[in-house]
């Protein structure tokens, strides 16, 4: 009798390990996934300039411009970036890290990026930042954007 609980004992700890090493694999898949979402974002901006942005960003998504508040919602984004003529067609970046949540429906991926631009005496320079993003997944199963925010390096001294 003594020998049939022990059995059930391991049999149910290597289940359980079983188990959780097949969670750790779903979790390495759903960052994999989130990393993809992010590639996918990029190139849809880099093609569709601020609407192609925009198509990746949750109905209550946030921003966090530097020095300005938040800015909450897509419409309100929307106005913002209209307001300060935000284009960000010529914005490239690359997802360097993607986390996902064990509950699977909340992630962030982060990475460096890169953009062109001017420096003080008008010459041409590629701007170099890094980024952060925090993704949720959606009621149709898609991924949104539903926070971001990335700052600039300091410029290369020539």
Request: net charge positive.
């Given at each position: 009798?003594?020998?049939?609980?022990?059995?059930?004992?391991?049999?149910?700890?290597?289940?359980?390990?079983?188990?959780?090493?097949?969670?750790?694999?779903?979790?390495?898949?759903?960052?994999?996934?989130?990393?993809?979402?992010?590639?996918?974002?990029?190139?849809?901006?880099?093609?569709?300039?601020?609407?192609?942005?925009?198509?990746?960003?949750?109905?209550?998504?946030?921003?966090?411009?530097?020095?300005?508040?938040?800015?909450?919602?897509?419409?309100?984004?929307?106005?913002?970036?209209?307001?300060?003529?935000?284009?960000?067609?010529?914005?490239?970046w690359k997802p360097a890290v993607g986390?996902?949540?064990?509950?699977?429906?909340?992630?962030?991926?982060?990475?460096?990026?890169?953009?062109?631009?001017?420096?003080?005496?008008?010459?041409?320079?590629?701007?170099?930042?890094?980024?952060?993003?925090?993704?949720?997944?959606?009621?149709?199963?898609s991924w949104k954007v539903v926070a971001?925010?990335?700052?600039?390096?300091?410029?290369?001294?020539?």
């Amino acid at each position: 009798m003594r020998l049939r609980w022990v059995a059930v004992l391991v049999l149910g700890a290597v289940g359980v390990g079983l188990w959780m090493g097949l969670g750790a694999k779903g979790q390495d898949h759903g960052a994999k996934v989130l990393m993809e979402a992010d590639e996918a974002f990029a190139k849809a901006t880099a093609a569709k300039g601020l609407e192609g942005w925009l198509s990746f960003f949750a109905p209550d998504a946030r921003i966090f411009p530097q020095g300005e508040g938040v800015i909450e919602g897509l419409s309100a984004i929307r106005a913002y970036y209209a307001k300060v003529g935000f284009d960000p067609k010529e914005l490239g970046w690359k997802p360097a890290v993607g986390e996902i949540a064990a509950s699977g429906d909340l992630g962030y991926t982060f990475g460096n990026s890169s953009w062109p631009g001017e420096d003080a005496k008008g010459a041409k320079v590629t701007r170099t930042g890094k980024y952060l993003t925090v993704w949720k997944k959606q009621a149709d199963g898609s991924w949104k954007v539903v926070a971001d925010i990335g700052n600039a390096n300091p410029l290369p001294k020539p």
